[in-house]
């Protein structure tokens, strides 16, 4: 049973094969046994979620129906949720319970999902890795010995371990798509504007979108049908007609032609992943799918560029973590000033305080202009390259990732190589496009993923895209040994 996806899970419901009580203790209890191995989730919600599974099923047998009803998931922990603990990874939130839902939380609740808990995150979304989550670093249940990526760690190692069947991330400058491909799982960033971030725990607000994560492309557009919607409560959200993502998972292929960045395939990519993307070119030409060579000439300059915005956006958003409201309140100060330094010295992780310090730095007068003020003429130039791109190709496509997932501690002490696993996808947040990252091969047993970019709410391409190409290959049905 928690091999199958959504869909099926959904099917079985509706049948009554099973009840949402049995199927959510039957994840509740998967947690329970591999948790202290993956250390995937923060908090594990065992009485709210077999009260909304009782819920669910009452309506159920009146006969009710709803997107998700009685189906569990997972939530990162950046998403405020009322009632349980909202860390965001931090020990500045460790004592956090939130007074209220994230938008994306209401939707799931009112479209009937059961929440089994709060998967965990590198600190403040902040690192590609999970190593910096206060609560330790996520394992990735492929191989223990490695990291599952991050800042969504958590809910790829919960979804690709079958914890949960699918789980909700964030993705600022690849946290989405990134953990996706080490987990061996599909993850989808969506435009931006598109999902709403009220209540989601802000770390660089101009990039911030939320978005699914599950087994399969076709679990993501359900995904995306309940989370993505207007909400005043966000000035950056889009009011365009809702959409079902589902209806053009099943369109043909034929006559779709798909860009190939060479900046995506030069130097410093690994052997098996150039190699998967190869076959995976192969299986999309048989399915009619044509390719070209483009450029997107200013691609070197976005691991730079964000390293100057989500910077400075971070510094300014985490200055409200002071002590005073809400949060962690260092022991004893002896006044006011003590008390806001040795708070924030003492709740925030060390990458965090790197940013913030960088932040600062690159806003303050003197540096605005040669650093941020350069950062933002340089973020137009790489959205009009993508501009350019798209009157080509329909979609653009490349790896997710330069490498498999690599050792737990191999690249913490070394900030810029562990930045530079963003390389491939971070200019799709500046440009605020949809990607997607789908299972496409492995390398010594880790999986590999390959990414597609598309112009500005054509998620639906996307979804369609990925969705054709699950049903050649068999990638995304894999699942780790240990956890079978
Ligand atoms: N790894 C990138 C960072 O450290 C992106 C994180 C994210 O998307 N939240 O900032």
Redesign the pocket.
């Known amino acids: 049973m928690y091999r199958k996806t959504l869909s099926e899970l959904a099917a079985e419901l509706q049948k009554g094969q099973i009840s949402s009580l049995e199927l959510t203790r039957l994840f509740l209890d998967r947690i329970e046994a591999s948790n202290t191995t993956l250390n995937a989730f923060i908090s594990v919600d065992r009485e709210g979620a077999e009260q909304a599974a009782k819920v669910a099923d009452a309506r159920l047998t009146q006969g009710q129906t709803g997107p998700l009803l009685g189906l569990p998931l997972a939530h990162k922990d950046i998403f405020c949720t009322e009632g349980v603990k909202t860390s965001c990874g931090s020990r500045m939130l460790d004592n956090f319970i939130s007074p209220y839902d994230a938008s994306v939380v209401a939707r799931f609740k009112t479209a009937g999902a059961v929440m089994l808990g709060k998967t965990n995150m ?1 600190e403040f ?4 890795s999970n190593e910096t989550s206060w609560y330790g670093a996520v394992k990735n249940p492929w191989d223990n010995t490695c990291v599952p990526g ?3 760690g958590g809910s790829a190692a919960a979804v690709s371990a079958r914890l949960t069947p699918v789980a909700t991330g ?7 798509r ?1 953990p996706a491909a080490l987990c061996g799982i599909t993850g989808l960033k969506p435009t931006y504007g598109r999902v709403s971030r009220y209540g989601m725990i802000a ?2 607000s101009s ?2 979108q939320a978005g699914p994560m599950a087994q399969t492309a076709e679990d993501c557009a359900r995904l995306l049908n309940v989370m993505a919607g207007f909400d005043e409560r966000d000035s950056t959200s889009i009011d365009n007609t809702p959409e079902d993502f589902t209806a053009a998972l099943e369109q043909s292929l034929a006559g779709m032609t798909i860009g190939l960045p060479v900046e995506y395939f030069q130097e410093g990519i690994h052997a098996n992943v150039a190699q998967s993307l190869d076959t995976a070119i192969d299986e999309l030409g048989k399915l009619g799918v044509q390719f070209k060579e483009i450029s997107l000439p200013n691609q070197h300059l976005a691991v730079p560029v ?1 390293y100057v915005v ?1 910077p400075a956006e971070c510094s300014s958003n985490l200055s409200r973590y002071d002590g005073v409201r809400f949060g962690y309140r260092c022991e004893n100060p002896i006044d006011l000033e003590d008390m806001y330094k040795r708070s924030r010295g003492e709740g925030f992780g060390n ?1 965090v305080k790197r940013r913030i310090m960088i932040g600062t730095y690159v806003l303050s007068a003197g540096y605005y202009d040669a650093y941020y003020l350069k950062a933002q003429q340089i973020r137009h130039l790489i959205s009009d390259d993508f501009k350019k791109a798209f009157d080509q190709v329909d979609l653009i496509m490349g790896p997710t990732t330069p490498e498999p997932a690599f050792k737990l501690g191999a690249k913490s002490k070394d900030p810029v190589s ?2 530079l ?2 390389i491939y ?2 200019s799709a ?1 500046l440009a605020g496009l949809p990607g997607i990252s789908v299972p496409c091969g492995f390398a010594d047993g880790l999986p590999i993923g390959l990414q597609m970019i598309a112009p500005a709410f054509m998620e639906s391409r996307l979804l369609n895209i990925a969705h054709k190409y699950q049903q050649v290959t068999d990638w995304h049905k894999r699942m780790p040994a240990d956890y079978e």
Do not use: C, H, K, V
């Open positions: 590198d979304a902040m690192g590609s991050g800042s969504s964030t993705d600022t400058g690849g946290s989405i990134q770390f660089a990039l911030d964000y989500a990458e562990m930045y696993n963003d996808t971070i947040n």
